[in-house]
């Protein structure tokens, strides 16, 4: 860095990191910032999202944040709630993970730390909720996804308008209206606009907005992928609420149509989980990080790259054993980390190199993200603080959303909810 960057990297430091951040971790030189961070700085540059990484285990997590460096791009560091029970970085301990990996390798560009996928599938997890998002920022989170998108779109609605009260006003905040299932059950203009509309009238600004725009997670199998046309049109429906997009499932879309996302929609934030998860394995995978699955409909280990293959024999076997298949593999990150740990260092340092290359390409060549780094500083240093505030302002009238009057649109909105089937990360 230049001597004008690292004074401007030093008053970041000292103005940008929110106060749980400063308070778990005092004497850090790590830029964990605020998600509202990284959605300007993509914002600001134009075109651009960057990688919203899920680190289901550390060689990715480290792959990441060495690729961030190199780029010099702003990232995010995320983990689902579902994934927190399968893997051994969890959202309670993930802003922990990623400010020691930060400090070790140098790195100075912002990082977000994003609980994903925060999900509310019935009442029943309102009121445990109302307990667990604060934890979770007590634990380092920075931003958060409220998705309440498998209830009814009024339900939907006012879980959100009871809980985002609990996120802090400086943090990263998701909405999420359609669940994540493929092709089945496509978000409309309608649901969306009904979503930010009645949360504009509550008071409560997200930041980003998910769709099911027929991304699907984990292995994408169809080839269909993202459907950019749909999700221009929604980012377009709602243009006066200053939203930006977070594109969920981006693992195994090709290249050309994750830069039309960058290109032609309000995108800032690309959710990538599988394929990460896969590189650093040694899975073969094409291009876009899909899975190449061999003739007997197995993956295919690369010999010489990711984990051992003595190790990968036994994660293989343990996988037969408990009826693990296809996607169903994420579910090796908790018991086999240990064992990707206590490998010779050649061995640990490929797996995360391997993420490195493939995230930095990403960045780079498809995301459009280099050097959003000093963006996300900039913002921090014209706000003078950690807390950028919104982007948007309440124009709707509160008197027309409320509970009572969201269920009366909700009866008119006449739409189901999708196939009842697990659909989670």
Same mark, same amino acid.
């Given at each position: 860095?230049?001597?004008h960057?690292t %004074?401007?990297?030093?008053?970041?430091?000292?103005?940008?990191?929110?106060?749980?951040?400063?308070?778990?971790?005092?004497?850090?030189?790590?830029?964990?910032?605020?998600?509202?961070v990284?959605?300007?700085?993509?914002?600001?540059?134009?075109?651009?999202?960057?990688?919203?990484?899920?680190?289901?285990? &550390?060689?990715?997590?480290?792959?990441?944040?060495?690729?961030?460096?190199?780029?010099n791009?702003?990232?995010?560091? !995320?983990i689902?709630?579902?994934? #927190?029970?399968?893997?051994?970085?969890?959202?309670?301990? &993930?802003?922990?993970?990623?400010?020691?990996?930060?400090?070790?390798?140098?790195?100075t560009?912002?990082?977000?730390?994003?609980?994903?996928?925060?999900?509310?599938? #019935?009442?029943?997890?309102?009121?445990?909720?109302?307990? !667990?998002?604060?934890?979770?920022?007590?634990?380092?989170?920075?931003?958060?996804?409220?998705?309440?998108?498998?209830?009814?779109?009024?339900?939907?609605?006012?879980?959100?308008?009871?809980?985002?009260?609990?996120?802090p006003?400086?943090a990263?905040?998701?909405?999420?209206?359609?669940?994540?299932?493929?092709?089945?059950? &496509?978000?409309?203009?309608?649901?969306?606009?009904?979503l930010?509309?009645?949360?504009?009238?509550?008071?409560?600004?997200?930041?980003?907005?998910?769709?099911?725009?027929?991304?699907?997670?984990?292995?994408?199998?169809?080839?269909?992928?993202?459907?950019?046309?749909?999700?221009?049109?929604?980012?377009?429906?709602?243009?006066?609420?200053?939203?930006?997009? %977070?594109?969920?499932?981006?693992?195994?879309?090709?290249?050309?149509?994750?830069?039309?996302?960058?290109?032609?929609?309000?995108?800032?934030? @690309?959710?990538?989980?599988?394929?990460?998860?896969?590189? /650093?394995?040694?899975?073969?995978?094409?291009?876009?990080?899909?899975?190449?699955?061999?003739?007997?409909?197995?993956?295919?280990?690369?010999?010489?790259?990711?984990?051992?293959?003595?190790?990968?024999?036994?994660?293989? @076997?343990?996988?037969?054993?408990?009826?693990?298949?296809?996607?169903?593999?994420?579910?090796?990150?908790?018991?086999?980390?240990?064992?990707?740990?206590?490998?010779?260092?050649?061995?640990?340092?490929?797996? /995360?190199?391997?993420?490195?290359d493939?995230?930095?390409?990403?960045?780079?060549?498809v995301?459009?993200?280099?050097?959003?780094?000093?963006?996300?500083?900039? /913002?921090?240093?014209?706000?003078? #603080?950690?807390?950028?505030?919104?982007?948007?302002?309440?124009i709707?009238?509160? %008197?027309?959303?409320?509970?009572e009057?969201?269920? !009366?649109?909700?009866?008119?909105m006449?739409?189901?909810?999708?196939?009842?089937? #697990?659909?989670?990360?």
């Amino acid at each position: 860095m230049s001597k004008h960057q690292t %004074a401007d990297f030093e008053k970041a430091l000292e103005i940008g990191r929110p106060p749980n951040i400063k308070r778990l971790f005092p004497n850090s030189r790590a830029l964990i910032v605020s998600g509202k961070v990284i959605d300007r700085a993509l914002t600001a540059k134009g075109k651009a999202m960057t990688i919203a990484a899920n680190g289901r285990n &550390l060689p990715v997590i480290r792959g990441v944040l060495m690729a961030a460096q190199k780029a010099n791009a702003a990232v995010i560091l !995320e983990i689902a709630r579902s994934e #927190s029970t399968y893997c051994p970085t969890n959202m309670w301990n &993930l802003a922990r993970r990623t400010d020691a990996l930060c400090n070790e390798l140098g790195v100075t560009v912002p990082v977000a730390v994003h609980a994903d996928h925060y999900g509310i599938k #019935s009442q029943k997890d309102v009121d445990p909720a109302r307990t !667990e998002i604060p934890s979770l920022f007590d634990a380092g989170i920075t931003s958060i996804a409220m998705d309440a998108s498998h209830l009814p779109d009024d339900q939907n609605l006012l879980a959100n308008i009871e809980l985002a009260p609990l996120i802090p006003a400086w943090a990263g905040y998701e909405t999420e209206v359609g669940e994540i299932k493929g092709k089945e059950g &496509l978000s409309t203009p309608q649901e969306a606009v009904f979503l930010i509309q009645g949360l504009n009238a509550n008071g409560l600004f997200p930041d980003w907005i998910a769709l099911n725009n027929g991304t699907t997670h984990g292995i994408e199998a169809t080839g269909a992928g993202i459907q950019v046309g749909l999700t221009a049109e929604i980012h377009e429906a709602l243009a006066k609420y200053k939203m930006s997009g %977070a594109q969920h499932g981006t693992s195994g879309n090709n290249s050309e149509r994750l830069r039309r996302i960058a290109e032609k929609t309000r995108t800032t934030k @690309a959710n990538v989980a599988t394929a990460l998860q896969m590189i /650093a394995w040694g899975v073969k995978v094409n291009e876009f990080g899909n899975a190449i699955l061999d003739e007997n409909g197995a993956f295919a280990k690369v010999k010489g790259q990711g984990v051992s293959d003595g190790l990968w024999a036994d994660m293989v @076997a343990y996988a037969d054993k408990n009826g693990l298949k296809g996607g169903d593999y994420k579910k090796l990150n908790l018991p086999f980390e240990s064992r990707m740990l206590g490998q010779v260092p050649e061995v640990r340092e490929r797996m /995360a190199r391997a993420v490195e290359d493939f995230v930095f390409d990403l960045l780079v060549n498809v995301f459009n993200a280099r050097d959003t780094a000093p963006l996300a500083v900039e /913002a921090i240093l014209r706000a003078k #603080s950690y807390d950028l505030g919104p982007k948007a302002q309440r124009i709707e009238d509160p %008197a027309a959303w409320t509970r009572e009057k969201i269920l !009366e649109k909700g009866k008119a909105m006449g739409k189901a909810t999708g196939p009842a089937k #697990s659909f989670d990360d």
